[in-house]
């Protein structure tokens, strides 16, 4: 009989992309792209791959997937991690620079008097 608190237990075989959250000795916690948070558990023969894992790193995994309602559990079968590849900081000499002078040449002081009509 179900009661108001209890869960119904889904095991399904899937993956998931997305992004740690956190990391434990022998876990860690992600994030896909709809939110939704899996805590992965890592085992033995995957450890040396998942050390270098920390908050940040984009990571795909696929194995058993646990869901009850509430939590969801995956146990890692298999693990890629995905490097970032670092952007360069944008400058002001990146900007595209407007193909007019709209100004004709004056000074922002200048062009707003002559746009009241001030006589200089």
Not at 14 to 21: A, D, L, M, Q
Not at 37 to 54: F, N, Q
Not at 85 to 108: E, I, K, Q, W
């Amino acid at each position: 009989m179900m009661t108001p608190n209890s869960h119904k237990t889904r095991r399904t075989y899937g993956r998931v992309h997305g992004v740690v959250t956190r990391v434990y000795a022998h876990s860690f916690d992600m994030a896909d792209r709809d939110g939704m948070t899996v805590h992965a558990l890592i085992p033995d023969r995957l450890a040396t791959m998942a050390r270098g894992l920390g908050k940040g790193s984009v990571v795909d995994v696929r194995g058993l997937i646990t869901h009850d309602g509430r939590q969801c559990i995956m146990r890692v079968e298999r693990l890629e991690r995905f490097t970032s590849h670092p952007h360069r900081t944008v400058t002001a000499a990146d900007l595209p620079r407007p193909g007019f002078d709209f100004t004709g040449g004056l000074g922002s002081v200048a062009y707003v008097r002559q746009l009241r009509g001030y006589d200089e």
